[in-house]
C-alpha cells in the first residue's frame, strides 16, 4: 500500500508539472497578446446629420455590447476608439436609433431618420401653428440656415430664388437698398392720389407683429429662425383687409432645452463693380461726332459738326479718360454676430448682437447697422407662461443715395481729369456755356465739409405677452406689440463740388428732416385643441384684436450760409428758408377673427376661416367688411387602397377658398383733398397785383369707398416618394381683384379734377412646383441634395371705368397685362435703297423704321402693339448642396425669363440728353453699333448733330431682360472635433463664399448693351411720340447708375 502510494506520486507530480506547464503558456501568450489586441482597436471619426443632412448634435454613439460611449459636438462631429469588428449604437432624442457595424472603417458617417417626419414639423401659420401635414393653405417655409446660404447683408437677396411663388426685384444697386416682394404677381392697379404706391406687396409679419411700414432691411437676417409665406386667399384671409397681397411671417430664434450655447458668426469680404458701363473711347467718340456732321448746324451748341478745341488736341496727344474707373473704388464687407442660447424646464431664452458695416464702390458712400435681438420665455407656473420679444435695429447711412456717378459716364474721354499742378481739372467742359453742369465727378471724393447726406434710423419691435392654460387644451392668450420707427436725414451741399456749380457759400443748400412711424397691436386669443377617440382632431382659436398706427414727419429746407462749417446745423443762420413740408396721419383697425381645423383620421381635413375688419380710414356707414375662407385636405397615403404603393411616402391633395383685400386708401382720403393756389384780389396790372393765396377742391370727397377685394381658389398637391428621396408640391391658383381704386377725371363745371372710384377689375393665374431630392448618398459620405423652384404667373386688367377700354396716360388697357409695354415696335432702320418709302414717314435713311400696323402709309396711336412685359414668363430658383466628409458646398442659381427691361441710357442718359440727342449737352455714349452709310446696321439710329429731337426712341430702350446667373457660391469645411476639442470649441466652420460671380445667361449682356439685366431700379420709363408708354412705378428699369457688384468672402462659425 505504501509503495503504491510512493509509486503514484511521481506520476500526480509529472502531471501536475504538466498543466502548469500548459497554464503558465496559456497565461504567458494571453500576456504577451494583450499589446498586440490592443493595438488592434482603430480610431473612429464621423458625423451625426439628420436625413436633411442637416448636424445633430449630443447624438449618443455607444458600443454594442459596452459601456464605451460618446457624444456627437454641435457640429455632429464624434471621435471613438473601438474594435474593428464592434457594433455601433448611434441615438438621439427624436431620431431612430441605428446600429451600424464597423467593418474596420475609420471614418463612419450616419444619417438617423427622423422620428418625427418632415410632416411632423411645425409651420407658422398666422396667429398660431399647425403641423405640417395638416396645414391645407398654399404655404412655403424657408429656414434660416437656408437663408444664410447667401451671404447677403439683406433678407431680400436672400430669399430671392429660394420659394416658388415669391419674386424680388432689386431696387437700386447701391448700399443699403432693399427690393420689391411680388408674391404671386400683381393684382392691383398703381391708382393715383390717396392709394398706397404698395398695395400689391405682402404684409410683413414679425414674431406675430404686423409691420407698420418700413422694411425688412430692418431685421438682421442671422436673427431669423424661419420664414413662412402665406400665398393663397385661405391662407390670407386670417389676415382680412391686408393679406391680398400675401403674407411673409418671420420668426426670429428663441431658447431652448439644455446645455448653454455660445455662437459667433462673421465675415470679412471686398466688393467689387461687375464691370463698368461701355461707353465711347477717345477714338471712338470723336468718329461718332464725326458720324453726326450732317444738316444744318445746331444755334444750341456752337461746335455742333467737331469736337472743342480741347478735344481736338487732347485726341492728338492720344488722352483717353476713363472716368469710370477714376471714381470706383474696392469696397469692404463686413458681420459680426454673436448670440448665446439655451434654457431649461421653466426658462428658455435667445441673445443675439450683431454689428454689420459695408462701404460702397465709390468713396466715401457706407453704411452701418447695429443690432439687439432678445427672447425670453419663462413658465411661471404649470398653467402661467410669460415671455418678451424685442427685435432693434439702428442704421446709419452716409451718402448712399448721392453719388457722382452720373457725371462719371457723361464727361467726354477726351478731357484731362487733373490740372497741371495736379489739382482736380474742376470743370473740363467749361469752353461752352451749355456744358455748364459738366463737372468732374472727383470733386465728389471727400469734401466732408462741402457734402454731407446722412441717414440715421431706429426700429424697434418688441412684443410681451401672456398665456393662461384655463383647463386642459384651452388657453388664452393676450398680447401687446409695439413697432417704432425713427428716421432722421441731414443734408448739405456746398459750393464747388459735382452737387453744386456755385461758387460761394450763399448758393449751399441744406435741408433736414425727422419721420416717426409708431403703431400698437393688441391681441387677447382663446385656443383650443383636443383629439378625441384617436381619429377626431379640433383646433380652434378666437381672435380679438387692436391695431392702431401713427405717422407724423417735419421738413426744413434752407438756403445760403455763412460758411461751409455751419451745414445744416444752425437753420436760423440760413440766408432764406424755403418750402418745409410737415405732416401727421393716423388710422386704426378693430377686428375678430376665428378659425377651426378639424382633422378625422390622419386622412381628411377642413379648415374654415373668417374674419371681420372695421378701419378708420372708411367713412362711417362702410367701415366693417367680413372675410371668409375654406380650404380642405385629403391624406391619400393614409388610405388603404394606397398601402401596397410602397415607392409613395405622402400624397396630399389640397384645396383652397378665400376672400382678402389690401389697404389702399390712405387716412383722410374719403373726404377728398384741397390745394393751394393764388388768384388776383383788388385791382391793378401785373406786376402790381394782390396774389392772395387760397385753397380749391382738388378731389371730391367719396364716403362709398371700400377696399379692393381679392377672392381666389388654389388646387395643391403635396408629395414624398421612394423614401422621400423625392419630395415636393405642385400648385395651381386662380384670382379676381375687384373694386380696384382708379382717378375718376371730372369735368371742369364739377368744381374738382377728379374723384377717387372703386371700378376697376383684374384676374390672374399661375402655377408653381417646388422639388427637393436626395440625388446621391453613399457609403463614403459623401452627399448631393437639390432645390428646384418654379413659378409662373400671369395676369390681365378685366375692366377700367365704364366705356374705357384703355388709359393711355398710365399705361393701362383692358384684356393686357397690368405691367404692358403697349407702344410701337421698331422693326429695323431705314436703308439707303429705301429713301423714297422713307420719305412717304417723315423719315429718312438712318431713322428708325416702325411697323406700320395699318397700313395706312402713316405712324399713329392706332400702330401701338404689345412690345413686352415687366413680369416675367417664370422665376425659378435651382440649389445645389455638396457633402464629403468635413467639406460641404452650395450653389444658388436663379434665373428670370422672358421679361422686358428698360434700358434707359439707350434712348437717355439719365437727366442730360438722350442717344441720339446729344446736342443737348456735349455727353459721351454707350458704345452702340449705329448706322451710318458704310455700316448699314438695323441696330442703332444714325446720330444727326442737326436734330434735337428724333422720333421713336422708346423703341431703342425695350430689351430682353431674361437671364441665369449664380447667385451664391459657399465653400466650408469643418474642423475635426480632436482639433476643437483642444482649443476650447465645441464646433468650428470655416468658409468661402462669392455672391453674384457669374451670369451665365443673359441676352443683354451677349449683345453687349449693358453689365447686368436683373435691373436696378423701378419707376418711371420712357414715353414715345405716338401716344406715350409711362409705367410709373412698375417699370424693371437698368440705368447707368452706381455698377452692380460681386463680393468674395471669408467667414468663420464658431460654437461654444
Not at 802 to 809: A, E, R
Not at 826 to 836: A, D, P, R, Y
Not at 1024 to 1037: L, M
Amino acid at each position: 500500500m505504501k509503495f503504491s502510494v510512493t509509486h503514484s506520486l511521481p506520476e500526480a507530480s509529472t502531471f501536475f508539472k504538466f498543466q502548469l506547464g500548459r497554464m503558465m503558456l496559456a497565461f504567458l501568450f494571453i500576456f504577451l497578446a494583450l499589446p498586440y489586441a490592443s493595438a488592434q482597436n482603430i480610431s473612429i471619426t464621423g458625423r451625426i446629420t439628420g436625413d436633411d443632412g442637416t448636424a445633430i448634435p449630443g447624438a449618443s454613439i455607444t458600443v454594442k455590447g459596452a459601456k464605451t460611449g460618446v457624444h456627437s459636438d454641435n457640429e455632429g462631429f464624434f471621435r471613438l476608439t473601438t474594435s474593428p469588428s464592434a457594433i455601433l449604437v448611434i441615438s438621439s432624442v427624436g431620431f431612430v436609433p441605428r446600429e451600424m457595424a464597423v467593418n474596420r472603417q475609420t471614418t463612419i458617417n450616419v444619417t438617423l431618420k427622423s422620428a418625427v417626419s418632415d410632416l411632423e414639423q411645425v409651420v407658422v401659420i398666422g396667429y398660431g401653428t399647425a403641423k405640417k401635414k395638416d396645414v391645407t393653405g398654399a404655404t412655403v417655409s424657408v429656414k434660416g440656415e437656408t437663408l444664410r446660404e447667401v451671404g447677403a447683408p439683406n433678407i431680400y437677396n436672400q430669399l430671392q430664388g429660394r420659394a416658388a411663388g415669391i419674386d424680388i426685384v432689386n431696387n437700386g444697386s447701391s448700399i443699403g437698398t432693399g427690393g420689391e416682394i411680388r408674391i404671386r404677381g400683381n393684382r392691383s392697379l398703381a391708382s393715383s392720389s390717396g392709394a398706397n404706391n404698395a398695395q400689391n406687396g405682402p404684409l410683413l409679419v414679425v414674431d406675430g407683429i404686423p409691420l407698420s411700414g418700413g422694411s425688412i432691411n430692418d431685421i438682421n437676417p442671422n436673427d431669423i429662425a424661419t420664414i413662412d409665406v402665406l400665398k393663397d386667399a385661405s391662407a390670407t384671409a386670417i389676415y382680412g383687409s391686408r393679406g391680398s397681397g400675401g403674407v411673409i411671417i418671420i420668426t426670429t430664434k428663441r431658447g431652448r432645452q439644455g446645455k448653454s450655447v455660445t455662437s459667433y458668426d462673421g465675415y470679412v469680404g471686398i466688393s467689387q463693380a461687375m464691370g463698368t458701363y461701355d461707353l465711347f473711347n477717345g477714338q471712338e467718340y470723336a468718329a461718332f461726332k464725326e458720324a453726326a456732321k450732317q444738316g444744318q448746324p445746331n444755334p444750341n451748341n456752337p461746335h455742333p459738326n467737331a469736337l472743342t478745341p480741347i478735344e481736338q488736341e487732347n485726341l492728338a496727344n492720344g488722352v483717353n479718360t476713363n472716368w469710370q474707373k477714376l471714381l470706383l473704388t474696392t469696397a469692404i464687407r463686413t458681420d459680426h454676430n454673436i448670440s448665446v442660447a439655451g434654457g431649461n424646464e421653466t426658462t428658455l431664452y435667445s441673445f443675439g448682437f450683431g454689428v454689420f458695416r459695408e462701404t460702397g464702390i465709390i468713396p466715401d458712400q457706407r453704411f452701418d447697422r447695429g443690432s439687439l435681438h432678445i427672447a425670453i420665455d419663462h413658465k411661471m407656473t404649470e398653467r402661467i407662461k410669460v415671455g418678451l420679444t424685442t427685435t432693434n435695429t439702428m442704421n446709419w447711412a452716409n451718402r448712399v443715395n448721392t453719388n457722382a456717378y452720373g457725371a462719371a459716364t457723361r464727361l467726354s474721354p477726351l478731357y484731362l481729369p487733373y490740372n497741371a499742378d495736379g489739382s482736380i481739372n474742376f470743370q473740363p467742359a467749361i469752353q461752352q456755356s451749355n456744358d455748364a453742369q459738366q463737372i468732374s465727378p472727383l470733386t465728389s471724393i471727400g469734401n466732408n465739409d462741402k457734402i454731407k447726406a446722412r441717414t440715421r434710423r431706429f426700429r424697434t419691435l418688441t412684443n410681451v405677452y401672456g398665456e393662461l392654460e384655463i383647463i386642459k387644451g384651452l388657453k388664452f392668450r393676450s398680447s401687446l406689440a409695439l413697432d417704432w420707427i425713427q428716421t432722421m436725414n441731414n443734408n448739405y451741399t456746398g459750393p464747388g463740388t459735382v452737387f453744386n456749380t456755385n461758387t460761394t457759400t450763399a448758393g449751399a443748400t441744406l435741408s433736414q428732416s425727422n419721420d416717426e412711424t409708431w403703431s400698437y397691436t393688441v391681441d387677447n386669443s382663446l385656443t383650443y385643441e383636443k383629439t378625441f377617440a384617436k381619429k377626431h382632431k379640433i383646433q380652434a382659436i378666437a381672435l380679438h384684436e387692436v391695431v392702431k398706427n401713427f405717422n407724423q414727419s417735419q421738413q426744413f429746407n434752407g438756403q445760403g450760409v455763412p460758411a461751409d462749417y455751419i451745414q445744416d446745423y444752425n437753420f436760423q443762420l440760413a440766408n432764406s428758408l424755403t418750402a418745409n413740408p410737415s405732416g401727421y396721419s393716423d388710422r386704426g383697425l378693430l377686428s375678430y377673427m376665428g378659425r377651426v381645423f378639424y382633422s378625422y383620421d390622419d386622412r381628411y381635413m377642413l379648415t374654415a376661416t373668417v374674419r371681420t375688419d372695421g378701419a378708420s380710414v372708411l367713412a362711417p356707414g362702410n367701415q366693417w367688411f367680413t372675410y371668409p375662407a375654406l380650404s380642405m385636405g385629403w391624406n391619400l397615403n393614409n388610405e388603404s387602397f394606397m398601402r401596397k404603393v410602397n415607392w409613395v411616402d405622402h400624397l396630399k391633395l389640397r384645396v383652397g377658398w378665400g376672400v382678402s383685400s389690401n389697404q389702399t386708401i390712405a387716412p383722410y382720403t374719403t373726404i377728398g383733398s384741397l390745394s393751394s393756389n393764388f388768384y388776383n384780389y383788388g385791382p391793378g396790372t401785373s406786376p402790381n397785383v394782390n396774389f392772395v393765396s387760397g385753397y380749391l377742391l382738388n378731389t371730391l370727397p367719396n364716403p362709398k369707398l371700400t377696399w379692393e377685394s381679392t377672392r381666389g381658389y388654389n388646387i395643391g398637391l403635396d408629395f414624398g416618394l421612394f423614401n422621400n428621396r423625392l419630395s415636393g408640391a405642385i400648385e395651381y391658383y386662380n384670382v379676381n381683384t375687384r373694386d380696384i381704386l382708379l382717378s375718376k377725371e371730372l369735368p371742369r363745371s364739377r368744381g374738382a379734377n377728379s374723384v377717387l372710384v372703386n371700378q376697376g377689375k383684374t384676374a390672374g393665374h399661375g402655377l408653381e412646383i417646388t422639388l427637393s431630392s436626395l440625388n446621391v448618398k453613399s457609403r463614403s459620405g459623401f452627399t448631393w441634395n437639390t432645390d428646384l423652384n418654379f413659378s409662373m404667373a400671369r395676369e390681365k386688367i378685366v375692366a377700367l371705368q365704364p366705356g374705357l377700354t384703355q388709359d393711355v396716360g398710365n399705361g393701362w388697357y383692358v384684356g393686357q397685362p397690368l405691367t404692358v409695354i403697349y407702344d410701337v415696335k421698331k422693326i429695323g432702320i431705314w436703308q439707303l435703297g429705301e429713301k423714297e418709302n422713307a420719305s412717304k414717314y417723315g423719315a429718312a435713311p438712318g431713322d428708325i423704321k416702325i411697323q406700320d400696323v395699318n397700313g395706312n402709309g402713316t405712324i399713329g396711336a392706332e400702330d401701338r402693339q404689345v412690345i413686352g412685359n415687366f413680369q416675367p414668363d417664370f422665376v425659378f430658383g435651382f440649389s445645389n448642396r455638396f457633402a464629403y466628409k468635413n467639406f460641404d458646398l452650395n450653389i444658388v442659381t436663379f434665373g428670370r425669363i422672358g421679361q422686358t427691361v428698360v434700358v434707359t441710357y439707350l434712348t437717355a442718359d439719365g437727366g442730360a440728353a438722350g442717344y441720339p440727342f446729344f446736342m443737348n449737352s456735349r455727353v459721351n455714349q454707350y458704345k452702340v453699333n449705329y448706322w451710318t452709310p458704310d455700316n448699314p446696321t438695323n441696330d442703332f439710329p444714325q446720330p444727326d448733330a442737326s436734330r434735337d429731337a428724333l422720333q421713336y426712341t422708346s423703341t431703342l430702350s425695350y430689351r430682353d431682360g431674361s437671364f441665369i446667373k449664380i447667385r451664391s457660391i459657399n465653400l466650408g469645411y469643418n474642423l475635426p472635433s480632436k482639433i476643437t476639442s483642444k482649443i476650447g470649441i465645441s464646433s468650428m466652420r470655416v468658409y468661402l463664399a462669392a455672391q453674384n460671380p457669374f451670369i451665365l445667361w443673359a441676352p443683354l449682356v451677349h449683345d453687349g448693351l449693358g453689365i447686368d439685366p436683373e435691373g436696378n431700379g423701378n419707376g418711371n420709363a420712357v414715353g414715345s411720340t405716338a401716344g406715350g408708354t409711362p409705367v410709373t412705378g412698375r417699370a424693371i428699369t437698368v440705368g447707368m447708375g452706381v455698377p452692380p457688384t460681386r463680393q468674395y468672402m471669408f467667414g468663420v462659425n464658431v460654437k461654444f
